[in-house]
């Protein structure tokens, strides 16, 4: 890989900035692509949008910024997105920051010129890169080590660029967008950092995310993947009328997929998932859904016996086992609920028995 080392004034940067709202943003002359497909949304905060422009007011140095050579007179953004876009905007009179005048703040158009050109003139130091594709990925991934990790999902956008990507994200990408204006109460993470998008993937694809990308590549739109995600939260919120914070990060397209036929009575469903909410002994309550779904226990983590409850009850007992009468030492017996939880036996200590591993295990088995 060729690496040159250039300097680009603020004002080149700057010239033809533009944000189409879309994923969408270049500068440089319209030169330089500053969003590719494997880089983020602007996620700076206004502290830090706010520190690139005191480093360039104050004349210090900026860290250094790396861009690819698309070989055709264009260029695209490796690492120094953040930092790239904070100029522009300022320039561009997004946002006021300084310099403070009676402590107040002004845009860049309220500058002097002399104070414009101080921030036009700020030297740059680019290092622009020239390989294939993939080797440009690599070295994204190699130079952003010290930064914040891509995640798995921002890292196959990279891979499966193309038109079904800038519609999907246009779906899933966007904060307060159509996904997470639906359903962002389901979602766990952000449409910034392709949380969503990758949610609906997994719902849509199961495991094979990369797959399900590669044959979608080239395709116009996503509204496949749109209401393929539309089916499983329709289905959530006509299943399960009363939202509860626990249905967040739910994995609802999995539950979808094995028990979307089957017919049950919203109100029952909503009787049922008060009781269990209310119940103590429910120690995981995201695991409601699913129980009412499968009959599961294991989905709701019942609580144990405390270890006192467990110690008190095996020295009743004599050290024996309730049913096969065998003598064991304590690490070897387990507390067991004498009327079992489903049955409306509680977790306290007059339902408490003590049985050996393998009788509890047999028992647990029927």
């Not at 002359?29 to 590719?36: E, F, H, Q, T």
């Not at 845009?107 to 414009?116: A, G, K, M």
């Not at 036009?120 to 622009?128: A, E, K, R």
């Not at 017919?263 to 103590?280: F, G, H, I, N, Q």
Request: one cysteine or more; hydrophobic letters at 35%; aromatic letters at 10%.
């Amino acid at each position: 890989m060729k690496v040159e080392q250039r300097t680009v004034a603020v004002r080149h940067l700057t010239d033809g900035y533009s944000d189409d709202g879309d994923g969408g943003v270049v500068g440089y002359g319209r030169r330089l692509d500053i969003r590719p497909p494997f880089q983020r949304e602007f996620v700076y905060k206004p502290a830090q949008r706010n520190a690139v422009i005191d480093t360039i007011w104050r004349n210090l140095p900026l860290n250094v910024m790396y861009w690819a050579d698309r070989e055709d007179g264009t260029y695209e953004v490796i690492d120094g997105q953040q930092r790239t876009v904070s100029i522009c905007q300022y320039v561009t009179g997004k946002f006021s920051h300084l310099p403070t005048v009676g402590g107040h703040v002004r845009f860049f158009d309220n500058l002097t010129d002399t104070e414009q050109n101080k921030i036009l003139d700020y030297p740059l130091t680019v290092y622009v890169c020239s390989g294939t594709a993939e080797e440009r990925l690599e070295w994204f991934k190699i130079v952003n080590i010290a930064g914040e990790p891509l995640t798995d999902q921002e890292l196959r956008n990279a891979v499966f660029p193309g038109p079904w990507l800038a519609d999907a994200k246009r779906w899933f990408s966007r904060p307060g967008g159509a996904a997470e204006g639906m359903a962002g109460r389901y979602l766990r993470g952000s449409a910034i950092r392709q949380d969503y998008l990758q949610t609906a993937l997994k719902w849509a694809a199961g495991k094979d995310i990369d797959g399900y990308m590669g044959a979608h590549q080239y395709e116009e739109n996503a509204e496949g993947l749109w209401n393929s995600f539309r089916a499983v939260i329709d289905w959530v919120e006509s299943t399960f009328t009363e939202y509860r914070p626990k249905m967040k990060g739910v994995d609802w397209g999995a539950l979808y997929d094995a028990h979307r036929h089957k017919v049950l009575d919203p109100d029952w469903v909503e009787v049922e998932t008060a009781r269990l909410v209310a119940d103590d002994d429910v120690t995981r309550q995201a695991g409601i859904y699913a129980y009412i779904l499968t009959g599961d226990e294991s989905h709701l983590n019942i609580r144990k016996f405390p270890n006192g409850v467990k110690q008190r009850v095996y020295e009743a007992q004599g050290g024996r086992c309730k049913v096969c009468d065998g003598n064991f030492p304590l690490a070897r017996m387990e507390a067991d609920h004498i009327t079992p939880w489903s049955e409306g036996g509680r977790t306290e200590e007059p339902n408490c028995q003590v049985l050996c591993r393998d009788c509890n295990r047999r028992k647990g088995a029927r």
